[in-house]
């Protein structure tokens, strides 16, 4: 029933952009909490991005803070991920995830995700 696309993903050289998207649906399912997450080949899934869908509140991970933008269109459902100043280490398939949490205040440390789309690939070469 609920489901997650993920797009927006491609091949870029180092210090391109990409804008990935994460479209729900039905569009009457909503959570609270919206992330991002990324696995490269051979490595441990990594979390990139959440935001609060609530009231807007957003958190990044180390490895992106600065370069990337999480954010959220409600009239379409949708969640996005604003990648700047890509660098080779951010090649991976990007996922979109989603959940439920007692209050937004909780989306700042949530890791473990209900709801997961099927990924986009993004390739950054130097």
């Known amino acids: 029933q609920v489901q997650l696309v993920e797009s927006g993903g491609g091949s870029v050289q180092a210090g391109g952009s990409l804008r990935l998207s994460c479209e729900a649906s039905p569009y009457t399912y909503r959570r609270n909490c919206m992330g991002w997450f990324r696995q490269a080949p051979g490595k441990k899934r990594e979390w990139v991005a959440s935001m609060s869908t609530t009231d807007g509140n957003t958190y990044y991970s180390d490895s992106v803070k600065g370069r990337f933008t999480i954010s959220q269109d409600n009239a379409k459902n949708t969640v996005y991920l604003q990648m700047n100043s890509l660098k080779p280490e951010d090649t991976a398939m990007y996922y979109c995830?989603?959940?439920?949490?007692?209050?937004?205040?909780?989306?700042?440390?949530?890791?473990?995700?209900?709801?997961w789309g099927g990924g986009t690939q993004v390739t950054v070469s130097s």
């Open positions: 995830a989603a959940v439920s949490v007692p209050s937004s205040a909780y989306c700042r440390l949530r890791r473990t995700f209900d709801d």
